[in-house]
């Protein structure tokens, strides 16, 4: 993971978050709300680096992720807050383009404050900005890229795109693998069945260490006694394995042996012991009578149990969560059983191989070639928690983006191309709405192209120069040129392997759009209301004193507006 050198780009954030909270309440929600977009935008840009932010538990959180920092910040006002919300709907239902969404509505607040600084009034901006989420939803469908889930290239672009600046080179390679691989194990029919990819974290190692295995990889550690302790070798791997799976615990029930043995003198407990012994042993054989070479058991088991099981030659596994059980037994095909005695020869599944393997101080078990072959176990590694926590949030991101490529069939070229095609068939159509609407359409175009803009600000570029040139190119019909922010340069975008799936960009321009027109629509109420000028196409006099209280019904933020 890169490291941030110089200053903490979050110290910037806090004192600007800070500076943000400070402002009257009373001032416009559209202002605050564009201070703090302006905020988010220059702190974060869509390629961050890592971030540090010290949250109000004052722990120190290193992210470079738009949504998690939002998360943490102790946010109070109200277009803030309807900020914060854009960036977590992206974020919890989409899974990538938390800062695209942020920043776009950021700028449209803006334009809506400009609009209405020269005389739009806000039901106006409202209509223009809802007109232009249509428009830039259909132009955006002709942007696209078919997506075929067999197309290794591709999907590995689309996943690289998703975690660019977020990784190192060399961990940003192995992970865009690694998930691609996942993905298409598990894709049938262009679904990709998510929940046959189980996830072990084990510390330890790199994120490059992090593996994909076929069939399920079991953290045995969990347990109380690990396989290592046993006096008898258990094979490392077992071929054509039978596995049985049980629901219950391997234990004599003491409440059960007594009934049975009165324990009041020193034959009596010999004989209790070798009742117990009996016992152990019935459920050690019975076990390996059907077949079984593995057994894992959702309660504890024994020693004396797991050491008879073991000169049997059969694995003993205690404590399996419940949600690895049936995995366990949907890949292999055995019968959960509730008590050990049930257990029959039907009830063995079949792994074509089961193998014990140690990962630093971690004994794993992985359940492979089974009859059913979709399921997959990420393995993934770390040097520290912190570590490993970053790397399963940034494999899920990059997962999401793959998934819904494949799902919806369709990529977008990044790197700021896309919204440069859909700001110009804005102005486009702008051009043929007859009044005042059009001013809002063309703003909407503007804001979309504040992404190639921060783009090329972090590309090192001129912004103003890039996006004229990137204008021209897509004049010319080149809808895929976009910046390459590595070559530092503009390129056909989808050879440069930057693509992004459509969805994000639907859902990042759909609740920008939505939350901008929730503030500048409160205005509206407010103003309508007010004493004098409701019916002016102009929206605002600081001075309307309370007129406007009333009308906000829940919006408690606009008192006194
Ligand atoms: P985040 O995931 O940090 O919240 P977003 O996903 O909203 O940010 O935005 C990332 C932006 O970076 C997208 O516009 C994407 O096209 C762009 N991008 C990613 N990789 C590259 C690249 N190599 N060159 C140019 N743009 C890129
Ligand atoms: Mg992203």
Known sequence: ?????????????????????????????????TALADAIRTTLGPRGMDKMLVGDDGKVVVTNDGASILDRMDIEHPAAREIVQVAQSQHDRIGDGTTTAVIVAGELLTEAARLTEQGLHPTTIDAGYTRAVDLALSALDECTVPVDPADTELLEAIARTAITGKWSDREATAIVELVVEAAQAVERNGTVERRRITRTTIPGGSP???????????????????????????????????????DDQLTVEKADAITRVSVENPTQLGQFADYEADVYEGQASGIADVGADIVFCQKSIDDDVRARLARHGVIAVERTRQDEMHKLARATGAGLVKRVDELTSDHVGRAGVVERRTLADTELVVVGECPDTEQRSLILRGGTAHVIDETKRLIENCLDDVTLAIERGAVVPGGGATEVAVAARL??????????????????????????RTLAESAGLDPIDALVALRNRHADDEWRTGLDVDGGELADVVERGV?????????????????????????????ATGEGDGEHDHGHDHDHGRGGVEATGGYPWAVGH
């Open 499 to 527: 693509v992004e799936p459509a969805t994000i960009k639907r859902h990042a321009i759909t609740s920008a759009a939505e939350a901008t027109t929730v503030l500048v629509g409160i205005d509206d109420m407010l103003v």
């Open 208 to 246: 490059t260490d992090s593996e994909l295995v076929a069939g399920l990889a079991i953290d045995v550690d969990a347990s109380s006694t690990t396989l290592a302790s046993l006096d008898v070798d258990l094979p490392r791997r077992i071929e054509d394995a039978g596995v049985a799976l049980i």
């Open 1 to 33: 993971m890169t490291q941030s050198t110089g200053e903490w780009p979050s110290t910037v954030l806090a004192a600007e978050t800070e500076r943000f909270q400070e402002r009257d309440v009373r001032e416009m929600n559209v202002t605050a709300g």
């Open 427 to 452: 102005r486009e159509a702008a051009d043929g709405i007859a009044g005042r609407e059009q001013l809002a359409v063309t703003a909407f175009a503007d804001a979309l192209e504040s992404i190639p």
